[in-house]
């Protein structure tokens, strides 16, 4: 366990389904991210929070919507998907620090979509 | 904005040979970080070096940070099948905005024949 839990692990959705990923972190931390890992584009980083405030959106559609209504809690709503949103959401934390201290990302287990 | 490179994308070898794997930034780096994704798994932090010209050791693992701090390289040696897996680089930026901002190499997939 890295302190890092994301559900659901697996989650099948149709194109006019609107569902949520949960991120949830056990560790203190006060930066939380959204990543989506596919075949053609490996960690594509899609949102940042930083003191529950989003800082970074790397221009994701606005189908998927995040939510950070705490720093130990992380919300990715999904609407309206595409089949090419398939993919391996990972959610990380880490600790906004010194880069000469301990920065280092935290993954989750991740959540595997797959849009019918 | 910040980019890092890594290469080569897939790498396989027979079990007992070395490994290498390069990282490359267009920006200095503050410190790059290192990590190792099972198949099927999540990545999992490695090590993170911080000092230009830093060397560390994880056994049969050598990582590298660059005098420039633009660059990383990771060096198995004699590869084991519990090597296996996509080695990522990820760089934290040396100054502007975004110091949390990690941004991932796209990861050298291992295979190890046996």
């Known amino acids: 366990e890295t302190g890092v839990t994301q559900t659901p692990r697996h989650l099948v959705m149709g194109m006019t389904n609107k569902k949520s990923l949960k991120c949830e972190q056990h560790l203190g931390h006060n930066a939380m991210y959204w990543y989506k890992q596919s075949a053609k584009k490996p960690l594509e980083l899609m949102f940042v929070y930083s003191l529950e405030e989003r800082v970074e959106n790397n221009s994701v559609p606005s189908r998927f919507s995040p939510e950070c209504p705490n720093s130990s809690h992380l919300f990715l709503h999904l609407h309206t998907l595409q089949p090419e949103d398939s993919a391996l959401y990972l959610c990380?934390?880490?600790?906004?620090?010194?880069?000469?201290?301990?920065?280092?990302?935290?993954f989750g287990q991740g959540t595997r979509l797959t849009v019918v | 904005g910040q980019q890092v490179m890594q290469i080569p994308q897939y790498q396989h070898v027979q079990e007992g040979e070395d490994f290498t794997t390069y990282c490359n930034s267009s920006t200095t780096l503050s410190n790059i970080q290192w990590y190792k994704q099972r198949p099927g798994g999540h990545p999992v932090f490695l090590i993170q070096?911080?000092?230009?010209?830093e060397v560390k050791k994880q056994k049969r693992l050598t990582f590298q940070f660059g005098e420039a701090k633009k660059n990383s390289s990771l060096h198995i040696t004699a590869t084991q099948t519990t090597d296996v897996g996509t080695y990522f680089c990820a760089g934290l930026p040396d100054s502007g905005a975004g110091s949390y901002q990690l941004t991932f190499g796209k990861g050298t997939k291992l295979s190890v024949i046996p």
């Open positions: 070096l911080v000092k230009s010209g």
């Open positions: 990380a934390s880490s600790q906004d620090e010194d880069p000469w201290m301990n920065t280092e990302a935290f």
